[in-house]
């Protein structure tokens, strides 16, 4: 793991999206298309601001989600209606590469429907999990990550893409990829702000791997994961 702590949320967010974009332009280097997977919550709008006002060939990359809010489109709690907002709309992202959530759907068929739709996207066969060039997640102050939260059952899951969970903490169904996705992210892009989640972060740093407590620690072990932070949460972890 690889950390950058920046003056504040804004830098490390713009940094953030700076690091994205070089990620998929290696990944676009090999190949015709790159893939891009992104996550919800208020942190990131800074990021997609910027992401919005870079110059890159976005036709030539695929936008998915981590995870979604059981919310229609157009509700303000959409992570979709965010990223299209911020990011997709004025980058100019086109319609045919964006692959949202259908969360106005009922919980479960709305996963199964995602799953199928990354399953075809990715041509994966049974038993394959897709490998995205760049998963960008964040992390709650309880630790949890994507839409798994602690002690959540399918964060042992490692053969799944998506499911449908019921957040308790927030009464609230989300859908989510799964644990085994998250850990075959060619990049994996963390972006954490606020000195409330200190104490969290240093402890998924410097505790042993135990997603099941900590699923922010989730791709952790293997695999590429840069985390951007600001000098508030990284306050315990800086020195250490
Ligand atoms: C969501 C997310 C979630 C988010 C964290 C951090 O839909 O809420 O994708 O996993 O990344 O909850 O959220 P904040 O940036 O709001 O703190």
């Given at each position: 793991m690889r950390w950058h702590a920046y003056p504040d949320s804004e830098t490390a967010a713009a940094a953030c999206a700076q690091f994205i974009v070089a990620r998929l332009e290696e990944a676009l280097s090999g190949k015709e298309q790159a893939t891009l997977a992104l996550s919800g919550g208020s942190t990131p709008k800074p990021m997609f601001k910027t992401l919005a006002g870079l110059r890159f060939p976005w036709e030539r990359v695929h936008v998915f989600w981590v995870d979604e809010r059981a919310v229609p489109p157009d509700s303000p709690q959409s992570n979709y209606r965010l990223a299209a907002e911020t990011f997709l709309t004025p980058a100019g992202?086109?319609?045919?590469n964006i692959h949202r959530i259908l969360a106005e759907l009922a919980p479960e068929e709305a996963a199964r429907r995602y799953e199928q739709t990354v399953r075809d996207f990715f041509g994966l066969k049974p038993g394959e999990l897709p490998h995205f060039d760049v998963i960008h997640r964040g992390m709650g102050a309880?630790?949890?990550t994507a839409s798994l939260f602690p002690g959540e059952p399918l964060i042992g899951d490692r053969q799944g893409i998506a499911a449908a969970v019921y957040a308790q903490r927030l009464g609230q169904w989300r859908i989510t990829l799964l644990p085994g996705v998250l850990e075959s992210a060619r990049n994996t892009v963390m972006l954490v702000t606020g000195a409330d989640k200190a104490e969290v972060l240093r402890a998924v740093f410097?505790?042993?791997?135990?997603p099941e407590r900590y699923?922010?620690?989730?791709?952790?072990?293997?695999g590429a994961m840069t985390w951007f932070l600001d000098e508030g949460v990284a306050r315990l972890i800086a020195g250490g």
């Open positions: 992202v086109p319609q045919g309880d630790a949890h410097q505790e042993p791997y135990a699923p922010a620690q989730l791709g952790s072990r293997g």
